[in-house]
């Protein structure tokens, strides 16, 4: 479903992203974890397109991830969620539900406001909603095109604790769909039940890329470590 190959990403001389390869199966929910500033933002920017990578091959679904074919396929929640100021939270739905040919979108947006209790504030302009209102419209928006690949940078982040509590749902629910998800978080335990696979980034490289029980098998000094234990052990300063 995704496949990157060499992915490097300069900011002026810094390597923010030093060459990096890693693939998502069909199906596979993958964890993202990494310190601040290990390059998780910049990767995920690049493979969406936002970003223009330095050098790198990346594909989505056997596209160029750069093509409507393998943008018709993803969704992205970016870390920090853009709104338009002078449209109001039903007028983001539609114009989602539009430009994806969403159909019966009336409805699952109706569902979606609801499940992050939106409903009340379906009328009000992006430009008066709260970082926590503008962080679930964006998720709202990811998830009404029903795609199947996810990008989720940071998705917890100004969340009340019932919006959070939906997501880790949400997230369930996608996983048992068959659907794709790459999301990078600092809350561990977020990811440590669902992720088939953790990938940690640190200074712009993969330093581990397995299954959870993998890594632990061949970081682990034989205790029983938590997720959180093996990332600080994996990205702790020599
Ligand atoms: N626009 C930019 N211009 C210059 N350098 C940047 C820019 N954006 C990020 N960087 C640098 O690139 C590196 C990777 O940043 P990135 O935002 O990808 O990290 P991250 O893993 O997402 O961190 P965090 O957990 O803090 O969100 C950092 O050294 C950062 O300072």
């Known amino acids: 479903m995704l496949a990157v190959e060499g992915l490097v990403k300069k900011y002026g001389k810094q ?35 936002l970003l223009r990578k330095t050098a790198g091959k990346i594909e989505i679904g056997g596209h160029d991830h750069l093509s409507v074919a393998a943008k018709k396929l993803f ?29 019966d979108w009336k409805e699952k947006a109706e569902q979606w406001i609801e499940i992050y209790e939106l409903s009340d504030k379906r009328d009000k302009l992006g430009r008066d ?4 209102m503008r962080q679930k419209v964006s998720i709202c928006c990811a998830l009404l095109p029903d795609p199947e690949l996810l990008f989720f940078d940071e998705p917890m982040i100004g969340l ?6 939906n997501t880790k749902r949400i997230f369930n629910e996608l996983k048992q769909r ?11 335990d977020s990811v440590e039940t669902i992720a088939d696979r953790i990938m940690i980034m640190k200074n ?28 600080l052990e994996l990205t702790k300063d020599e």
């Open 129 to 132: 909603l709260s970082k926590g």
């Open 75 to 103: 969704s992205y929640i970016p870390e920090t969620p853009h709104v338009y100021d002078l449209l109001t939270v039903w007028e983001h739905l539609q114009f989602i539900a539009q430009a994806y040919h969403v159909s």
């Open 204 to 231: 712009g490289n993969i330093i581990g890329n397995d299954t959870l029980a993998n890594l632990k098998a061949s970081f682990d000094q034989g205790g029983d470590s938590s997720l959180e234990d093996l990332f």
């Open 160 to 165: 009340d604790p019932k919006a959070i509590k």
């Open 178 to 188: 068959g659907k794709t998800i790459l999301v990078s978080t600092h809350l561990i």
């Open 15 to 49: 390597n923010a992203v030093n060459d990096i390869s890693f693939s998502l199966q069909g199906g596979e929910v993958v964890g993202l974890l990494g310190p601040n500033g290990a390059g998780k933002s910049t990767t995920m920017k690049c493979i969406v397109g």
